[in-house]
């Protein structure tokens, strides 16, 4: 069954070159309400953890390390379709093939520093949620 909630990292390097503010001004613009928003800073524990899905792949080590190299804003957004909409609202991973307007087209330098991260499904949206915040953190 879809829940109309989904995870949502901006990622260091869109944080470091100021792109906050515009990214989150593109989700509220395409419907999208802010349940749970934070700014912080993954330790390489906590960016392992999250990403340990991928921690047999080859780009495992390359993504903890830049996903722990500063601040993040995490968000939990709410919307009818939420996880589909919202992969929609960020482009392909490689911002090259993400089309014109997304949050990777215009903000993603590459494939590894591609501005924002999107839950894949609707049990990972929860999971990642669940991870990032407490019950009382959700409003």
Avoid: C, W
């Amino acid at each position: 069954m879809a829940t109309n909630r989904t995870f949502t990292m901006i990622k260091p390097d869109a944080v470091k070159a100021g792109h906050t503010g515009a990214i989150l001004a593109q989700i509220n613009k395409a419907g999208f309400r802010i349940v749970a928003m934070k700014k912080t800073h993954l330790s390489a524990g906590k960016a392992g953890e999250f990403y340990a899905v991928h921690a047999e792949r080859p780009f495992y080590g390359e993504l903890v390390e830049f996903m722990s190299s500063g601040p993040i804003v995490a968000a939990i957004l709410e919307k009818d379709n939420a996880v589909e909409d919202f992969r929609t609202l960020i482009g392909a991973t490689n911002p090259a093939e993400a089309a014109p307007g997304t949050i990777r087209a215009l903000y993603a330098t590459s494939i590894g520093e591609n501005a924002v991260h999107g839950a894949d499904s609707d049990e990972n949206a929860n999971i990642e949620g669940n991870f990032h915040f407490a019950g009382t953190e959700m409003f």
